[in-house]
């Protein structure tokens, strides 16, 4: 059975650094074409794709946001991390994990429950 | 980044009917096309992959058809329960982009 779940602060205020964990089970990011993505979603708004970590360590960010953010994992706790540096309120956002199928390298089968982050001073 | 627009932004129907939602990708995505559905205040769900073939699990009611740039998504037999937004992305070049989403409303 897969699942994931998303922690984080909850509320972060402008300019600081937002850190995002994403602990799974159900599978491991040590077998062979397994991925884990980002998404987040603003209040009311559309989807966003963020980030992508494979098994292998090739990491993928979203051009837009490249230069602020990290994904990281750690295989043997099956946890994957977001860092998102100098917030801002635009930011504010619910932030998802979610596991990529095995046999895809963008289908998003698997989705964490969602972790609702605030910027605001 | 390749642009995703979907139509309508919203709709409404009644129990029992079939509706049809469309996306329109800015680039050729082949047959890399996702529509996912997220009910109020949840995650979204995959329904359909690769344009046209159905998720686990996930009734025959729904229905993906399409290639290129041009993608519909049928939902048959309406029920209360299909109330949602409803979402397609691209799987064909990062990043994945979403559409702009598709409120279903039932009557």
Known sequence: QV?????????VKPTQTLT???????FSLKTTRMRVTWIRQPPGKALEWLARIDWDNYKFYSPSLKTRLTVSKDSSKNQVVLTMTNVAPQ?????YCARVRPDSTGSLDYWGQGTLVTVSP | DIQMTQSPSSLSASVGDRVTITCQASQDVRNYLNWYQQKPGK???LLIYDASSL???VPPKFRGSGSGTFFTFIISS????????????????MPYTFGQGTRLEIK
């Not at chain 2, 309406?78 to 070049?93: G, K, R, S, V």
């Open chain 2, 43 to 45: 995650a979204p769900k």
């Open chain 1, 3 to 11: 699942t994931l779940k998303e922690s984080g602060p909850g509320m």
């Open chain 2, 78 to 93: 309406l029920q209360p329960e299909d109330t949602a937004t409803y979402y397609c992305q691209q799987h064909f070049d």
């Open chain 1, 20 to 26: 995002l964990t994403c602990t799974f089970s159900g």
């Open chain 1, 91 to 95: 930011d504010t956002a619910t932030y």
């Open chain 2, 55 to 57: 998720e686990t699990g």
